[in-house]
């Protein structure tokens, strides 16, 4: 079993920063992609957007929005994924959600895909 805990929410004025940690810990072999979602107030089915990812090879993925303000980092001999917020603007407001595929069992035979429990992220104007 895998368990994944986030810390690094909170409450800020527009233009600060947050840094976001999710750690994973358990039976891992070893971790493929490590990404970052969010889930803003009232959206619609309680669809998660996706915010950033990075690969195993340390390949970056960050959505649209957030390019230029959020950085996304990982430390692999701490299985911990990091969201570096900058500039962060009210409709950043969401919890957010790290998500790492991780492959488990003999010679990481299984890939399982984990999520966080959520943080809270609260930007004000």
């Known amino acids: 079993q895998v368990h994944l805990v986030e810390s690094g929410g909170g409450l800020v004025q527009a233009g600060g920063s947050l840094r976001l940690s999710c750690t994973a810990s358990g039976s891992i072999y070893s971790i493929d992609n490590m990404a970052w979602y969010r889930q803003a107030p009232g959206s619609q089915r309680g669809e998660r957007e996706l915010?950033?990812?990075?690969?195993?090879?340390?390949?970056?993925n960050h959505a649209d929005s957030t390019k230029g303000r959020f950085t996304i980092s990982r430390d692999d001999a701490k299985n911990t994924v990091y969201l570096q917020m900058n500039s962060l603007k009210p409709e950043d407001t969401a919890v957010y959600y790290c998500?790492?595929?991780?492959?488990?069992?003999?010679?990481?035979?299984?890939?399982?895909?984990?999520w966080g429990q959520g943080t809270q992220v609260t930007v004000s104007s």
């Open positions: 998500n790492i595929q991780v492959r488990v069992g003999i010679g990481g035979l299984y890939k399982i895909s984990s």
């Open positions: 915010v950033a990812n990075i690969s195993s090879a340390g390949t970056v």
